[in-house]
Every structure is written in C-alpha cells, then in structure tokens.
C-alpha cells in the first residue's frame, strides 16, 4: 500500500503550484503561502523525511547548504538585516506537514518581530521577490 504524499511532495512533484526559489538534485525552496514577513521561504529535501531526527547523516549537508545558500542570497537580494531559520521539529513544537522544511524568515532590524503577522504580497510582487533572491544564490 502506497503511502498519501505530502504537500510538498506534491510541490516537487509539480501537482501543486509553487514560487520557485531554488532547486538542485536534493532540496527545493519555495515561497510560504503564508509568509510571515516579504521572502519568507520554505527549504524542503526532495526526498520526505518526516523531521530532523530522521535526516540522515548524508543528507545534512545537502539541505543546510541549500539553506544558507539561501539566506545569504535573502541578505543581498531582499535586502535585509537577518534571517530567522525555524525548523518545527514534531508535533509538539508546532510541526504540521511531517515532511521536514526549514523557514526561512527575512528580518529588519525595526520589524518588531513576526509570530502571529500574516505578509500579503501585491500582485506580481511574490515573483519579483523570487526572482531577486534567485538572482543571488551563488553554486
């Protein structure tokens, strides 16, 4: 019996849309549909591991170097002044699609922080701010 796929099985696989950021043979980034600030992305191994716990060694590099390839393209490209990394790593710590992604969450040093804020992008504006950090992910 096959097991139901993930959303962001769905994602990689193309039967759900995404604002590509970035992809290589292991790790997809995209754009949150529920960004918590302008860039807020998600860093996703291909392959589903439900959480860190079941990443394997081999893997670590992959997804983290996917991940600061990312926020330091989210420095220059946004710009901005930091970046959260949030990993919610099982149900008690808020995780709710079992298929390990990293946040990636843009700051401004007087943002005043993010829980709890919603980001609504213009039209058009989501793609142009893929496309600013895509434009400064270095290989």
Known sequence: MQKD??????????????????????????????????GHTLVVPKKAYSDLY??????????????KKI??????GIPC???NVVINNGAAAGQVVFHLHAHLIPRQTDDRGYFGKKYIY??????????????????
């Open 5 to 38: 796929k993930t959303v962001f099985e769905k994602i990689i696989d193309g039967e759900i849309p995404s604002t590509k950021i970035y992809e290589d043979e292991y790790t997809y980034a995209f754009l949150d549909i529920s960004p918590n600030t302008r």
């Open 54 to 67: 079941n990443l394997p060694e081999n893997e670590i590099e992959n997804f983290f170097g996917t991940v």
């Open 71 to 76: 926020t330091n393209a989210m420095k220059e």
């Open 81 to 83: 002044d930091g970046v």
């Open 122 to 139: 213009s039209d058009g504006d989501a793609e142009l701010v893929a496309k600013k950090i895509s434009n400064k992910i270095e290989s």
